[in-house]
């Protein structure tokens, strides 16, 4: 069953997220074990509080496919620039129909 991995935040350093996201795609293998469903720099906020304005959408094959990528060395070796360019932020992990 495919999952979603769904994150959102706020970019606080410019700068820094930078580096975070030109290893990012790599890291989650986008395109090869993963797909950009979604990416919203600008997204409408209808609900909620402490929510971000960046939101992106990860489609992978299976919950464990993408506990696995996250959790590779490749991931954790960038995921604190993310942390440290962001507030607000938030990661789920759903899983799709079918």
Do not use: W
Not at 20 to 33: R, S, V
Not at 51 to 63: A, C, P
Not at 64 to 77: C, N, P, T, V
């Amino acid at each position: 069953m495919p999952a979603y991995l769904i994150v959102n935040y706020d970019i606080v350093d410019p700068e820094l997220y930078g580096q975070y996201a030109a290893g990012a795609g790599p890291a989650m293998k986008i395109g090869e074990e993963s797909e950009l469903v979604a990416m919203d720099p600008d997204s409408t906020i209808l609900e909620g509080d402490n929510v971000g304005r960046q939101t992106i959408v990860l489609r992978i094959d299976s919950k464990e496919k993408a506990i696995e990528l996250r959790d590779s060395g490749a991931y954790q070796a960038i995921i604190g620039k993310r942390l440290d360019a962001t507030a607000n932020h938030f990661c789920v992990l759903i899983n799709g129909i079918g």
